[in-house]
């Protein structure tokens, strides 16, 4: 059990454009969803915290308008990656809050923008 | 939530045991010690957490220093697919305070024929 995936697994796009990512919880309901992104030879890092029917909270520096996320139901958190530029491409992970409060994480997404 | 020390990387020879060291001097007493490992290009995968005593699953073992200041993961017998970047976090188990998981470096394992 406590599985999340995320859609898709690789995206690469132009710049200019919009990239949504999917994070979904597939046995278990989460309130609370993470999203992270990753550089190359770099630590995770936290962007936001996606909360199921309310505004996400967003870390020091990551724009909000840039970086659109939706948590419309337990199971699923969108991420949306707005006007994309090259210093967008990352591996960006979701993970989801799971009943006993620990955290399960999804495949990541690698996102490439051209 | 804590800030912990880990060595940037260690080899292992496959077979042997992997100890893999981390500091957490600033621990506080309601705050856990968690493993989570990441394999390359893929989302980090949760190993094992504790508070004070020992623990053990099929993947690993946990040791904690009586002090709560410092702890060693041990994969008994490394495989090549060990090979990952391993992270070690504090932080509150439960709660409302997000919960959120604050990365560090992490060790680079590497598990050597």
């Known amino acids: 059990g406590a599985v999340v995936s995320q859609h898709p697994s690789r995206v690469i796009c132009k710049s200019g454009t919009s990239v949504k990512i999917e994070c979904r919880s597939l046995?278990?309901?989460?309130?609370?969803m993470f999203w992270y992104r990753q550089f190359p030879k770099q630590s995770l890092m936290l962007m936001a915290t996606?909360?199921?029917?309310?505004?996400?909270?967003?870390e020091q520096g990551v724009e909000k308008d840039k970086f659109l996320i939706n948590h419309a139901s337990l199971t699923l958190s969108t991420l949306t990656v707005t006007s994309a530029h090259p210093e967008d491409s990352s591996f960006y992970i979701c993970s989801a809050r799971g009943n006993n409060n620990e955290q399960f994480f999804g495949p990541g997404t690698r996102l490439t923008v051209l | 939530d804590a800030k912990t020390t880990q060595p940037p990387s260690m080899d292992c020879a496959e077979g042997r045991a992997a100890n893999l060291p981390c500091n957490h001097s600033t621990i506080s007493g309601n705050e856990y010690v968690y493993w989570y490992r990441q394999i390359h290009s893929q989302g980090p995968q949760y190993i094992i957490h504790?508070?004070?005593n020992n623990e053990t699953n099929e993947m690993a073992s946990l040791i904690i220093t009586e002090d709560r200041k410092s702890s060693t993961l041990i994969l008994p017998h490394a495989t090549l697919r060990d090979t990952a970047v391993y992270y070690c976090?504090?932080?509150?188990?439960?709660?409302?305070?997000?919960?959120?998981?604050?990365f560090g470096g992490g060790t680079r394992l590497m598990v050597k024929p």
């Open positions: 046995d278990f309901q989460a309130t609370t």
């Open positions: 504790g508070l004070k």
């Open positions: 976090i504090v932080r509150v188990a439960g709660g409302n305070a997000g919960n959120m998981l604050t």
């Open positions: 996606s909360n199921e029917g309310s505004k996400a909270t967003y």
